[in-house]
């Protein structure tokens, strides 16, 4: 069993203020859980602090039924993976997995197997003898993770394992490590600043910002119903746009509900087009600022007399006109509060929706 939890921990680095305030976190076991939020919000110090790098200034720390806080790091039955490898340029990629096994008193035959399997999981049996300045970026990733792994730990945890390696190979990394987790039914906890990583990756996403949890769900539990705007601005390329409601009230009549102060929806919610159609939404005259081909979809910047926002379109690009009529439909808008959380309705929270919709489209 290694549940992990975390019960009302902070940590201040010296006499500074908390960079972690009061953070209760369950990690379920066998669970790939991504920790996400921006630079210097307390990823690394969390994850320190569960691998015992890193003393916790007030609260408990629990490992399976364990609590943990007294427990030296070696002890605490954890592998970490870092963004710097930290291999041993001098010795064999069969010497820096073993390195892994070190003051564990295991028989030197047995190693030997142990080793030998672990490439075999990795796929760097043909690389055992080599060195690492001979292997790509994406092997010596590989030799860094056969070394946590093969001390068999209960958890692994990673911490931006990826961001030091090209796009390609973090794509194909990332499905690497999607597999290896199935493989091994170990729990995974995973660090990283990218939302795309945390999204594709993990079957549970904790949010973080400034030290706080702003939410923790599955992928597309978060994706479709954001607790708060930051969560909702932070998943999603490009973000969710958001629109003062004060800006919106001339547009779709009296706001009803007196919490709501802004409305968000995602880019790819939000039709565009060149001719006004009827259709049961939020609707924005919009002139095109900027358009972006990519291929499958097609990106604008449109402005609107509510804001500027981006769209993005499935269909074939709108070229040559500047002029677009641009409808959110209403089940794709998101209200939210003055201090940013997300105010779910009871129905539409708005009045005389279909008056201002027919003198929009007289303009
Ligand atoms: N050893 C340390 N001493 C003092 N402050 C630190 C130390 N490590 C991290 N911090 C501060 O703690 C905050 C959180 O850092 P960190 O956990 O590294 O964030 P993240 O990994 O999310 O980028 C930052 O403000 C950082 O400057
Ligand atoms: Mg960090």
Redesign the pocket.
């Known amino acids: 069993m290694a549940k992990i939890q975390l019960k009302n921990v902070s940590k201040a680095?010296g006499n500074?203020k908390k960079?972690i305030d009061n953070m209760n976190l369950d990690i379920q076991d066998g669970s790939f859980t991504v920790l996400v939020?921006p630079?210097?919000?307390?990823?690394?110090?969390t994850l320190r602090m569960i691998a015992g790098l890193e003393e916790v200034t007030s609260g408990e720390i629990w490992i399976g039924d364990q609590l943990v806080n007294e427990v030296a790091p070696g002890k605490r039955g954890i592998s970490m993976v870092f963004q710097n490898y930290a291999l041993y340029p001098t010795m064999t990629v069969r010497g820096n997995i073993e390195f892994g096994l070190a003051n564990m008193k295991i028989p030197k035959a047995k190693r030997k197997k142990m080793v030998e399997e672990i490439a075999e999981i990795v796929d760097l049996t043909e690389y055992l003898d080599k060195r690492p300045q001979n292997l790509s970026g994406g092997q010596r990733q590989r030799v860094a993770l056969a070394r946590a792994m093969v001390k068999k730990p209960k958890v692994f945890i990673f911490d931006e394992p990826l961001s030091n390696l090209d796009a390609k190979l973090r794509a194909q990394m990332r499905t690497e490590l999607i597999q290896l987790h199935k493989r091994l039914g170990t729990t995974f906890i995973y660090?990283t600043h990218d939302q795309v990583e945390a999204m594709s990756m993990g079957d549970e996403i904790v949010i973080l910002d400034k030290g706080h949890i702003m939410q923790q769900a599955a992928p597309m539990e978060i994706y479709h119903h954001p607790a708060n705007q930051f969560v909702a601005k932070f998943i999603g390329t490009p973000a969710m746009n958001v629109l003062p409601i004060s800006m919106l009230e001339r547009k779709i009549g009296k706001i009803t509900d007196e919490r709501i102060f802004h409305v968000g929806f995602r880019p790819e919610h939000a039709n565009i087009q060149t001719t006004y159609q009827m259709n049961a939404g939020l609707y924005l005259p919009c002139n095109i600022v900027t358009m972006e081909t990519l291929g499958s979809e097609t990106l604008y910047l449109v402005n609107s007399d509510a804001g500027t926002f981006h769209v993005k379109s499935f269909h074939n690009p709108l070229i040559g006109t500047e002029k677009v009529h641009v409808t959110i439909p209403f089940e794709k808008l998101y209200f939210f509060d003055s201090e940013g959380n997300r105010v779910c309705t009871d129905g539409l929270p708005f009045e005389n929706l279909d008056v201002t919709v027919k003198e929009e489209v007289l303009v």
Do not use: Q
């Not at 630079?39 to 110090?45: D, E, F, L, N, Q």
């Open positions: 680095y500074n960079v939020g630079s210097g919000c307390g990823k690394s110090t660090v």
